[in-house]
């Protein structure tokens, strides 16, 4: 058997220390980055989805599943960004332990994770913007703010329909942002900071004024019986949980931001597990007033946030909320698109993709055409898409580049026993032959093949029941990748490039 083309740690570090980028971020920033990037679309749209069709008020256990599966990988994220401190993310972790072949996969699974979720953040951004906008006196028509592609919840099934419609607000979002990261980090950053600011102020005014409108008899049952198909129970917990594991997508784009950290073996990890904390125990308490002042049966809207604040009955609190909600998910987009920009950037350096990915602008020291160039493709993905299909690929994606950072640690801590460590992942671990088994990653790939396994029944469900489109999208995506890898990445990659160079 060949073995696999791996870097070493070495390579990885000095082809992170030339990349031309600025180290610019400390702790606080990469806090505000992992909390910018996480804290949106989640909260703003899916926990009313989540609660209205799958676990009523349960769906703040929902929120718990999904934070404990994040929390274990949060950990191995912190350990490799102490210990290979270089941009790319898992990407880069999984070039250095699995090698190449493994490391194309994930970074295209990281493309499904950051890339197309700016598309269902662009979705909720659209929402909240228009009923905004509505306030205002303004009204935006039907087909220009619905997508192309549309879904309706049946009591049996998913119901898709199609029409001549763009969501034009949710594209001019992704080109807006796309525009402020072509400006460079140092500038678009500070923009961020205030704006995850004034987002999680306006969460906690939310919390704070929803807790003396509770009803509590909205919180009863509390887990409506079953109904089969994942529909409420305890299996619609965990449906849920999977949906709501959309919220989590981003915490890790702190890791891609290596290149940029003044000290990364000490700060990404601050910056992973610190926003991490700080974005549940936020969503924990708003779903619990989300829930508690708006019948759950009600929420599956586009702007559940906006709907309990109307409820509340303050229309300072309800213009507050829906503002926040418009620039606050912009702030998602930036570290979404920042981190997908990041790992594109690495993977061009790697050879993997075309150079124009990794091409800095002379002025904003910012891969300008490569960021233009994957903000289009997202745009166009959020102009067709809805939210509750690109919700649910992204959370299939996530889960399985999670499952493969925690093997990644297995892995590291095996070969490279010795290694320096600032952080080691917690609860220890055991030797198996000359396999290291630790708790942590071992939890870590559990709980993300249960985040996985609902998403993949519901998929099959939907081939068996003639609903096939998430199934081809998830299919041609993966075909795509394949294709790209054995026509372009591995006869381009560094690897390929030395082995004729040797030969000539």
Sequence with gaps: ????????????????????????????????????????????????????????????????????????????????????????????????????RAAWWVGWLLLLEYGVSCAGVASGFSGYAVSFLRDLGIVIPNFLHVSLITVSMTTNDTVLSAGWRVDLPATVSVLAVTGMLMRGVTESITINTAIVLLKTITLLIFVAVGLTAIHPAYWHPFLPPSQGAF?????????AASVVFFAYVGFEAVSTASTEARSPRRDIPIGIIGSLLLCTLIYLCVALVLTGVVPW??????????????????????????????????????????????IFFTMAQDGLLPPVFNRLHPLFHAPVAGSLLLGTLVALT?????????????????????????LTVIRDRSVRPGAERPYRAPLGGVWVGRIWIGLTPLLGITFAIVMMVPLLIELIHGILSGNRLPAILLAVYFASGAAIYRFYGQSHSEFARNTKDMAS
């Design 231 to 239: 529909r409420y129970g305890m299996a619609g917990v965990f449906r």
């Design 1 to 100: 058997m060949t073995e696999p083309r791996r870097k070493t740690v070495e390579q990885a570090v000095q082809a992170s220390e030339t990349s031309g980028l600025r180290r610019t971020m400390g702790p606080f920033h990469l806090i505000m980055l992992g909390v910018g990037s996480t804290v949106g679309a989640g909260i703003y749209v899916m926990a009313g989805t989540a609660a209205a069709n799958y676990a009523g008020p349960a769906v703040i256990l929902s929120f718990v599943i999904a934070g404990l599966a994040c929390l274990f990988t949060a950990f191995s994220y912190a350990e490799l960004a102490s210990s290979i401190p270089v941009a790319g993310s898992a990407y880069t972790y999984a070039y250095v332990s699995l090698g190449e």
């Design 297 to 342: 049966q009600q929420l599956d809207v586009s702007d559940p946030l906006a709907l309990a604040a109307d409820a509340i009955g303050s229309p300072t609190l309800a213009v507050l909320v829906k503002l926040a909600g418009v620039i606050g998910l912009c702030s998602v987009l930036f570290g979404l698109l920042y981190g997908q920009s990041r």
């Design 382 to 406: 959020a102009a067709t898409l809805p939210i509750d299909i690109i919700s649910d690929l992204v959370s299939i994606g996530t889960a399985a580049a999670f499952g493969v950072v925690n």
